[in-house]
Structure formats: structure tokens, C-alpha cells
């Protein structure tokens, strides 16, 4: 019972805390461009403005417009509710499997995309577009980079996996270098950031994720953005516990989910820092460059692939 209560609890810290992560960013970010940075907890006053406001639906609209809110929420939450984030051995190990994690993210990028269509609207069409061809790019990275970890620790699950490099210690591990990085790019691609997209425009010429949620509104636009959120969080938290697992917790003790706590969160603001200085320092690039971006994060996932076999298996 006790297991169940903890992974009960770390899943309500990924919805939660997410978008206390998601204030840290902005509020780092216009710390470096010297700007006035909002309060830590403006993203939950947004979200409690957007749920009081009345939704408005097109006159068009089908079932799958009105679902696909509910859908993404849903999908994001199981995915959180896979990913070790304080401790590992929960009960939801069990299907804590990566294929299962990114199965997730996909169904939640499908409903997307046909929700942007279905109301029939230009932008809707383009966003849909432009982010199916992201996702196409983007998964198999991804996959790639979970293959490369799978073949280290003989396996897919999660848990099991971060457990591996936790009692592996401090090796260096030339694979897992290159899986990082295209891991990083793959996040900075599927969460929307620079310089695949910017979350904070809305140009129609480089707009993606933005363009398809146009449309909708109140609690509907509070539970996509929540849910952004949390995917952010999510591809965070499996930067910082599969390659970097030190800290978090293998027993259920006091003391060690104490400081798996303090661990998380101190990883979490050093990746922040890390992606608001590459937002900082880049460009947005054009949409038809995104693939260049996207091969070469591949490149280096199949790199990291070779390099496992080649330095650690002697093949």
C-alpha cells in the first residue's frame, strides 16, 4: 500500500510541479535578456483564469475537437505516471517500458493534429502538418536513444534501466554521451522550443504547436497548456534520471526519498538554466531546416548506438 500511495504521489508532483518548472524557465529566461521576470507562480494564475473563462467551440466542430483536450491530458498523465521521478521500483514499473512512454506521446500528437484539422481552418492544417513531419523525424531519435540505453542495461523498462546506472556508478560511458545529446535535441524538438519553435509567438509563418490549439479556449486551452507542461517536465526528468540518476531514491525510507527529492529538483533547475541559455544563444531556424536538426540529433543517437557496440560489447 505504501508503494502505491508513492506512486500515486509522484504522479500528482509531475502535475503539479510542472508548471512551477514551466515559471522557472520564463522567469530565468528574462533574468539573461534583463527583462522583468513574473512570479514562479504565474503559470498556475494563468491556468485558474483560463479555467473560470467559458469555453467557445466552433460551430463545426466534432466530437474529436471536444475530446482531444481530455485525450492529451489523459495520455500526458500516464506517461508521467511511467517515468521515475523521485524513486525507482513503484509498482507502476511494471509498465514503466519506454516503447509504452513514447506510444503515449504519440497518441497524444495524433489527437492533436486532428483536432487542428477538424474545425477546418488554415492554420489548423498547417500546424497538423507541420508537427506530424516533427513527429516523424522525432520518434525515431527517440527510439534510437532508448535502444542504446536497452542494449547497456539488457533492458526497456525504465525503472529497471535507471536502476542499472545507478548501481553501474560514476562510468563513463562514451554512448551515453551521444544519446544525451540527441536526447536534448529530440526535448528541445517535441516540447517546442528554440529554435524549432517558440512558444512565445504567434507568426503564422513559424508558429507549429500554437497553430493547431488556436482555436480553442477556457479550460479546454488550460488543459493542452497543463499538459505541455508536463511534457516538458517529463523529457526533464528522463534526461536527468536515465543518464544522471544519482540521488534518486531505490528504498523507501525517509531519509531517501528526502533526498531524491532534493536531487530531482536541483537536476531539474540546472537543465532549466541549460535550456534557457541555448534559447538564449539560438535563432529560431527556418521550418524546412528542421529536418537538418532532427538528422543530425539521429546521427548522433546511431552514433551512440556504434559506440556501444564497438567500445563496450567488442563487436
Known sequence: MTAWLLAALQTLLFLFMAPLLAGWVKRVKCHMQNRSAPSLLQPYRDMAKLFRKHTVLAEHASWVFRTTPYIVFGATILTAAVVPLVAVQLPTTAIADVIVLVGFLALARFFTALAGMDVGTAFGGMGASREMMIGALAEPVMLMTVFTMAMTASTTNLSEAVLFTLNSGLVLRPSFV????????????????????????????????????????????????????IKLMIYAVLIANIFLPWGIAAEFTTEALGIGAVAITVKLMGLAIVLVVWETVMAKMRLFRAPQFLGFAFLLSLLGMLTHVILETGG
Open 178 to 229: 551521444f544519446a544525451i545529446l540527441g536526447l536534448m535535441m529530440v526535448a528541445v524538438a517535441e516540447t517546442g522550443r528554440v529554435p524549432v519553435d517558440n512558444p512565445a509567438t504567434h507568426l503564422e509563418l513559424t508558429m507549429i504547436h500554437e497553430a493547431m490549439i488556436l482555436e480553442y479556449s477556457g479550460r479546454h486551452l488550460a488543459l493542452i497548456e497543463w499538459a505541455a507542461q
